[in-house]
């Protein structure tokens, strides 16, 4: 199993482009979800899914949009980027049982 | 709404060094509670957890022990290692099996490094 594959891994961006940061879990889980991390505050939530075609927003929604299509995959769409949005971004799925898998990071920077 | 607050870092130990980072939350009814690890350059990793109050989370060497009388749940280990340096979060999640949407509440994480 590959868990939960991000992708790109590095990403840098002009302040007004748009991207898609890509995500996808090969284990069947029904929740995904997309957190930032910025130094000194943690991981926040940004969006959330319990299953394909339902999608809530988290702490911190404004600027991104999520949606949901099929049980894998969970992209995160960046419509008009930011320098706020330089952060590295972190997509996880979940099982009650196991509780969360994380994948490795995308780090953004908007310049 | 939920939080978790714990130790500022970095901290800096010598190998073989006891290691304790504190960590307290606030939460209405039951939480789980987490400890996730992060090497660098990767991802967050599950190093503990425990579901309810008085259980004992366990792996690798560390320990911690959710306390509902002092809503804390500090991280231990006793004699820590060069490859124990890492970012350490303390985590909270509502209750398993509400048929709600479950959440992780993160702490802002502490810096431990670890030197020979």
């Known amino acids: 199993n590959a868990g939960v594959t991000q992708t790109p891994k590095f990403q840098v961006l002009k302040t007004g482009q748009s991207m898609t940061l890509q995500c996808a879990q090969d284990m069947n889980h029904e929740y995904m979800s997309w957190y930032r991390q910025d130094p000194g505050m943690g991981l926040r939530l940004i969006h959330y899914?319990?299953?394909?075609?339902?999608?809530d927003q988290g702490e911190v929604p404004n600027g991104y949009n999520v949606s949901r299509s099929t049980t894998e995959d969970f992209p995160l769409r960046l419509l008009s980027a930011a320098p706020s949005q330089t952060s590295v971004y972190f997509c996880?799925?979940?099982?009650?049982?196991?509780?969360?898998?994380f994948g490795s990071g995308t780090r953004l920077t908007v310049v | 709404g939920d939080s978790v607050t714990q130790m500022e870092g970095p901290v800096t130990l010598s190998e073989e060094a006891f290691l304790t980072i504190n960590c307290t939350y606030t939460?209405?009814?039951?939480?789980?509670l987490f400890w996730y690890v992060q090497y660098p350059g990767e991802g967050l990793q599950l190093l503990l957890k425990?579901?309810?109050a008085d259980d004992k989370g366990s792996n690798k060497g560390f320990e911690a022990t959710y306390r509902k009388e002092t809503t804390s749940f500090h991280l231990e280990k006793g004699s820590v290692q060069v490859s124990d340096s890492a970012v350490y979060f303390c985590?909270?999640?509502?209750?398993w099996g509400t048929g709600t949407a479950s959440k992780l509440t993160f702490g802002t994480g502490t810096r431990l490094q670890v030197t020979l």
């Open positions: 899914s319990v299953g394909a075609g339902i999608t």
């Open positions: 985590a909270l999640s509502d209750e």
């Open positions: 996880a799925s979940r099982t009650p049982l196991y509780g969360y898998t």
């Open positions: 939460a209405t009814g039951y939480p789980s």
């Open positions: 425990a579901t309810k």
